[in-house]
């Protein structure tokens, strides 16, 4: 079942900032007699565009200042139009419903795939048309930072310094691990069975849309070579290719326009008729590399 509200403190922060930085501490019996007080506490703004802003949020022990809990909370302000476009809305189209963008990040978190930014919960002002989006916080940042890092690294060598080729193999498999989960619902072993689940399509492939954890201590080779996990975000342009949309026709437009496959552009040709597909996200992935 998607969660569609967050209420309390304790489970996660509903506050922007700065406008209140700082909640209110919460009160919990530790189970000893004894109590646990926490507060949640926004460290920092993220970065922000079209879609809303991003924070980092912690919750804390107030007596003894270890970090309990780290999450981003992405808050977003729909437009008349946005809250009114079926599009944004998760099957069956209800205004003010589940948000698409929720639905998806959800259904694709609870696979298990961990190629796929964990979701952790949202909530809704349908008065105000804002929305608050709840996913894990990264440590490490987006990929497109390595890549920036490498590139840097280069212009005060003098020298060609790249990636190393067996992390860009290791991303490249994680990446297509993800995309097969958005294709067939798989986990990291497992495929759901025809006709149990309906295709999604990320439409935003790149590398700022790729975060960087720690290396999956079960991956013995990438915690051997200390490589980074890597971890697809982002699915506000994210689409299932549900039977009461037309494809190509509902879904060109949304993307980044330098990893835009041929089919996502506006123009009407031959081309651009193609049906929209997990191909659409291979084009993308290709023009990371």
């Known amino acids: 079942m998607v969660q569609d509200k967050i209420t309390t403190n304790d489970d996660l922060p509903h506050t922007a900032f700065p406008k209140k930085a700082l909640l209110e501490p919460v009160v919990k019996a530790d189970g000893k007699g004894g109590f646990i007080k926490q507060a949640w506490y926004c460290r920092s703004y993220i970065g922000g565009g079209g879609f809303g802003k991003c924070y980092h949020w912690i919750l804390y022990d107030t007596d003894t200042n270890k970090v309990v809990k780290s999450v981003v909370s ?167 290719l549900r039977d009461d949309f037309a494809n190509p026709r509902d879904y060109k437009g949304p993307g980044t326009t330098d990893f835009r496959a041929p089919e996502q552009r506006g123009r009407d040709n031959a081309t651009n008729s193609l049906p929209f597909s997990c191909a659409t996200d291979v084009w993308g992935l290709g023009t990371n590399y």
């Open 74 to 240: 992405k808050n977003m302000d729909l437009s008349a139009s946005d809250w009114n476009d079926r599009r944004t809305w998760s099957s069956p189209y209800t205004p003010g419903g589940v948000l698409s963008e929720v639905y998806i990040h959800q259904r694709l978190s609870q696979t298990g795939n961990t190629s796929i930014l964990p979701y952790l919960g949202y909530k809704l002002d349908k008065k105000k048309y804002q929305a608050k989006i709840y996913t894990s916080y990264s440590n490490r940042g987006e990929l497109f930072g390595l890549m920036k890092h490498y590139n840097r690294m280069s212009h005060r060598a003098g020298t060609p310094c790249p990636i190393p080729e067996p992390y860009i193999w290791h991303v490249a498999n994680s990446l297509l691990n993800s995309m097969n989960c958005m294709y067939s619902g798989a986990t990291n072993k497992n495929i759901a069975g025809p006709g149990e689940w309906v295709e999604v399509v990320h439409l935003d492939f790149k590398a700022h849309n790729l975060l960087l954890f720690d290396p999956d201590p079960k991956d013995r080779i990438a915690s051997k070579y200390h490589w980074p996990s890597v971890k697809v975000i982002d699915f506000g342009l994210a689409r299932e």
